[in-house]
């Protein structure tokens, strides 16, 4: 397949779809102003966080081994967010490219500009290049990188470097383990490792976690602050820190660590290119950052990824499918 049929291909069945959602969420308090936008937004990211999310992590936990390539990729994807954020760091505390900014901004984009959306929107990527097995990257990646960094350096980087109250540190094991998604992604796993996954179970799981890429994008769409969205060179900075130096990175690394680029290694490269996730903006309301610079990176990284992504695909960062 070449570039210009894969491209199209990658437009129809993914960027049209998400853009579909993002923008229903973006048009629906215009066309139903009653709505209470907030109330919606609680209630919905409620919904995928203890049902619709842990049946999906479920399904794919219970039904997939568990294989060095599947693990390289939560590593390759964790060194880049690392040093994504030693980047941003660099950037924005010691050469203080802009000088008017204060810690909570700095904080909260360094906070947005290390963790991307890999599941939400990393995972229909994932399956246009790899197919539906392909969700097992982002899965693993969420549980052993992303959700574990979030809520260990996250919450450092948004306590230390950000509102500095240190009281304002919650015990991160206690967070982690409170949540739903942990406990159903390690009862998925327990199940496969002792053979005793039940396909009915699974099947069931799978069709009621399907909804949760569909729900979060619209939500992604109510929360991108549109009004707002003028472009700020601190912004635009972070966005391409995380869109093209972090899937760089990946790229360039994983042929040192592992001898050669496989399927596993490419999809590190997408997980690694994805806009931000955003969990930074909770983040950045739950300790009083700049949670208004947080939107804004979250709003411009998903726009420009549509632009990034093909750019990765003509580079050869990703395989060919």
Known sequence: MNFATQLVDLMVQVMLPLSLLVGAGALWPRFFPDTDVEQMKTA???????????????????????????????????????????????????????????DRTRAALVLAGMFGNTFNI?????????????????????????????????????????????????????????????????????????????????????????????????????????RNLVPRAEILAAAAVKLVAMPLIVWLIAPQLFGRMGEAQYAAVIEAATPSMMTALLLANRFRLDDAAAALLIGWSTILFWITLPLIMAFGWIGAR
């Open 122 to 226: 990393g995972v229909p990527v994932l399956v246009f290049f790899f197919g539906a097995a392909a969700t097992s990257y982002a899965v693993f990646n969420d549980m052993l990188m992303t959700m574990p960094l979030v809520w260990s350096l996250g919450v450092w980087i948004s306590t230390r470097l950000g509102s500095r109250d240190q009281t304002d540190q919650p015990s991160v094991f206690r967070v982690m383990f409170s949540m739903p998604p942990i406990w159903a992604f390690l009862l998925g796993t327990v199940s496969q490792q002792l053979g005793l996954t039940y396909e009915p179970l699974v099947t069931a799981a799978r069709f009621i976690g399907q909804a949760n890429i569909p729900v979060i994008i619209f939500v992604l769409g109510l929360t991108i602050p549109w």
């Open 44 to 102: 919905l990211n409620r919904l995928t966080m203890y049902l619709l999310y842990p049946c999906i992590l479920f399904a794919v936990a219970s039904t997939t081994p568990i294989s060095r390539e599947l693990l390289s990729v939560p590593l390759l994807v964790g060194i880049a967010s690392l040093a994504g954020g030693g980047i941003l760091y660099l950037m924005l505390y010691r050469l203080r490219l802009w000088p008017h900014l204060d």
